[in-house]
């Protein structure tokens, strides 16, 4: 059964950082794409990075390219968000995404 489970949200102020961690299991992680999506309240969800499964190469949103930073440990089966100078517009639900399977979400709300 494939599991998603992500953690590190939280609310931080604009320029902040946090970082975003997403444990799987249930699958081959190692030979397995991984992305980050998010989803902002009355918007779609939309695709924030992706990272292939060596590691070896990264795409990311224009609005997120410079500032974030996607990566992934296959020891320890966890992809990882690196999040920098936050802004308010991040503020979203982040989801882990393997296939067509998702994690639960969790909340990074950027605020004064």
């Known amino acids: 059964q494939v599991q998603l489970v992500e953690s590190g949200g939280g609310l931080v102020q604009p320029g902040g950082s946090l970082r975003l961690s997403c444990q799987a299991s249930?699958?081959?992680?190692?030979?397995?794409?991984m992305s980050w999506y998010r989803q902002a309240p009355g918007k779609e969800r939309e695709l924030v990075a992706t990272?292939?499964?060596?590691?070896?190469?990264?795409n990311y949103a224009d609005s997120v390219k410079g500032r974030f930073t996607i990566s992934r440990n296959n020891a320890k089966n966890t992809v990882y968000l690196q999040m920098n100078s936050l802004k308010f517009e991040d503020t979203a639900v982040y989801y882990c995404k393997s296939q067509s399977s998702w994690g639960q979400g969790t909340q990074v709300t950027v605020s004064s």
């Open positions: 990272i292939t499964s060596a590691g070896g190469r990264t």
């Open positions: 249930g699958f081959a992680f190692s030979r397995t794409v």
